[in-house]
């Protein structure tokens, strides 16, 4: 049987050139002094010193590695299913945007500038000198002119916000183009309003009842009847239904994104507020996608996140992770080394003694390191389960309905103002 090396009692992480097959972490101090610790303690777990274990330190520090990358890859994998819409369009190539240091909005949008308001993109001057940003959202306004109800809202002369906006590189060249127009302020004024109105034609009959109680000679403005709330609503709603059936309903028609239709027509002027987007890009000249150059100088499309496999994450980094996350790593990685050991063990299967030959375990220790990774996996999945944005809220729900519960069995105190 050939000569199989075994431990040699010690190990030293400084003193390998390349320690761990990728490097991904052989910079960093943490893992630099975890590394021997790892190592040691593995194989004491294996039996040494009162067996001798066929493994040597660089296999140690590859079992170390290799159990960070899969609690990266697992965090990492479930963090990218749970936050996709926030990080759906972003730019894969941000340095900053890594799972340690990324913080993920819950209305989507991320501290690296990704989502739908990340900030590539023009430059023009919007309202009140605000620089425009591509994907987020401003307000513009257009003057209401009486008897006129069609409108361009890209029409330099309707001095509308977006007709005047300019392409910085290019004065005097419009960039309504890629100006995308996403709600208008057109909307009936509210009913409250005309609450006390006596001619909204609502048919509410409170008159004569104040005429009976004697208050009849009082302004139809004040009520001296104290009425249950919801009489209000119901005011409200009949002041509404009014308009709406038996008057000309505020409505509008936008066309090609530009050409405003007013219902009813405007019988005084006012300001009309919309909200819109802009898409234009510089590099361009048009909403296409951004471009950058490659080393060549010739321009490309910046790369843009469009599924799992393009989010931009890369290796952790281990001096974050906190210690129930490195204990994991550990138990991660002393199953490695028993599967290992027993892939080595079970090459010779036999091992001959004076007088006799000895059996390996190498099947007890492949059939454990088996059971223990697959144990490990499905813990990590669980509690990442919970950390999801669905799970929490579940969870706070049950919170809330717990304390109203206990709640409900509190005396209830009677104030004297």
């Known amino acids: 049987m050939a000569e199989i090396p075994i431990w040699p009692g010690s190990s030293s992480f400084g003193l390998i050139a390349d320690p761990t097959p990728f490097g991904f972490y052989d910079d960093d101090d943490d893992f630099r002094r975890d590394a021997d610790k790892i190592a040691n303690w593995s194989v004491q777990r294996l039996g040494y010193p009162l067996v001798d274990v066929e493994l040597q330190d660089i296999n140690f520090y590859s079992c170390f590695e290799e159990a960070t990358n899969e609690y990266g890859s697992q965090v990492y994998n479930a963090t990218i299913v749970y936050n996709f819409g926030s990080l759906i369009d972003t730019i894969t190539g941000s340095a900053d945007q890594t799972l340690n240091n990324i913080v993920i909005d819950s209305n989507y949008g ?12 023009s430059t023009a001057t919007g309202n009140a000198g605000a620089a425009l940003t591509k994907g987020r959202t401003y307000s513009g306004s257009i003057e209401m002119k009486q008897n006129q109800q069609w409108y361009d809202l890209f029409d330099t002369n309707s001095n509308s916000t977006v007709a005047g ?7 005097g ?31 509410t009959g409170i008159q004569s009842l104040m005429q009976s109680f004697g208050f009849g000679n009082y302004s139809p403005g004040v009520n001296f009847m104290l009425m249950p709330l919801y009489f209000d609503v119901l005011k409200l709603q009949a002041i509404e239904f009014n308009d709406q059936i038996r008057k000309s309903g505020y409505h509008f028609e936008l066309e090609n994104g530009r050409y405003l239709k007013i219902f009813p027509i405007p019988t005084s002027n006012y300001t009309l507020w919309y909200e819109y987007k802009n898409s234009f890009n510089p590099n361009t000249g048009t909403s296409g996608p951004n471009l950058t150059e490659d080393n060549d100088g010739v321009p490309k499309a910046l790369d843009r996140v469009t599924n799992i496999s393009n989010a931009n994450y890369t290796a952790p980094i281990y001096s974050f992770i906190n210690e129930p996350g490195r204990q994991w790593i550990r138990k991660y990685a002393l199953a490695l080394a028993k599967e290992m050991l027993g892939s080595i063990r079970g090459k010779y299967q036999t091992v001959p003694i004076p007088g006799d030959v000895t059996t390996l375990d190498f099947s007890r220790l492949l059939s454990e390191a088996k059971e223990e990774k697959i144990a490990l996996i499905e813990t990590l999945r669980a509690d990442l ?15 809330k309905d717990s304390k109203r519960a ?12």
């Open 165 to 171: 906006l300019e392409d910085p590189n290019n004065p």
């Open 385 to 399: 389960e919970l950390t999801s944005k669905e799970k929490q809220l579940e969870r706070e729900t049950k919170e």
């Open 406 to 417: 206990a709640s409900a069995n509190d005396p209830m105190f009677i104030f004297i103002g």
């Open 110 to 121: 991320t501290s690296a500038g990704g989502g739908s308001g990340d900030t590539a993109g």
């Open 173 to 203: 060249s419009s960039i309504t183009g890629s100006i995308t127009i996403t709600k208008i302020y057109h909307e009936a004024p509210a009913a409250i309003n005309r609450y006390f109105d006596p001619y909204a034609g609502t048919g």
